[in-house]
């Protein structure tokens, strides 16, 4: 039976962490992953073997172009640059559509495939309970996690659980970023959940990011189906 994203007490996004030097991507193949298709508010991934349920009504977009919307994940967090990709944006939906100017911050999510080959140390938990691994996984998370210019940021959290036969970490913080506004420019706080989670020889990360409880409950409250067959917990090495 589905569960829904509800359930998730996330616990950690944008934490301080010491730049990771990223792995050979030389045998990289996550560019080769399909784009997935969509239909009405459901994305789907045959590679992966995934579905995800974004909110209904939210508009996807091809990519971000508004500044507050630059979140993301950097295949090396040194700003060189790889010639061979270690992930893959998969969405990019927002509740309104992208670039119409609004009051405050349009509430937004991302998927992105990662391969963990091209991370140092990349060893997914395989129990909720083992709190070393999950660091870990965290931390490297974060060194990758692309984010607009932070002003100021909570301090955050880690919490992993099992969901749907495997082990998926979540994060959470809330932080002030700077947006457009009609008329010039402000600060905003906002709250972001983020979830990690094995599929096959990947990692599929959901980026949340909100203003308030009610937009952020509507994205962790959408649902994520699994292809058991496709994609075990065991599989992410």
């Known amino acids: ?13 944008l934490g301080t962490s010491c730049l990771a030097a990223p792995g050979d991507p030389k045998d990289s193949h996550v560019a080769q992953i399909s784009a997935g298709d969509i239909s009405g508010n459901t994305y789907h991934n045959a ?3 995934l579905r995800y349920e974004f909110p209904a009504g939210w508009n996807v977009s091809p990519e971000a172009t508004t500044p507050e919307h630059q979140y993301g994940w950097k295949d090396d967090p040194t700003g060189k640059s790889t010639a061979n990709p270690c992930s893959r944006r998969l969405l990019f939906v927002t509740k309104h559509h992208e670039g119409m100017t609004l009051i405050g911050l349009d509430p937004m999510a991302v998927v992105v495939a990662v391969d963990p080959a091209c991370l140092p140390d990349a060893t ?32 955050s959290k880690v919490h992993p659980f099992e969901y749907a036969g495997r082990v998926i970490i979540e994060l959470s913080q809330s932080f002030t970023i ?9 600060l905003q706080r906002v709250i972001s959940s983020v979830a990690v989670a094995p599929v096959g020889k990947y990692w ?9 409880d009610a937009d952020l409950g509507a994205l962790k409250g959408s649902r994520i189906f699994f292809d058991a067959e496709k994609s075990r917990p065991g599989d992410a090495k």
Do not use: C, Y
């Not at 039976?1 to 996004?13: D, V």
């Not at 599929?204 to 308030?212: D, K, L, Y």
């Open 204 to 212: 599929v990360v959901w980026i949340f990011v909100a203003a308030n």
């Open 178 to 186: 700077a947006i457009r506004e009609p008329g010039g420019g402000g």
């Open 124 to 155: 997914f938990p395989q129990s909720p309970n083992d709190q070393k691994a999950a660091r870990r996984v965290v931390d490297q998370v974060l060194d990758h996690i692309q984010t607009p210019r932070l002003a100021w940021k909570s301090a």
């Open 47 to 49: 590679d992966l073997g």
């Open 1 to 13: 039976m589905p569960r829904t994203l509800l359930m998730l007490t996330i616990s950690a996004l």
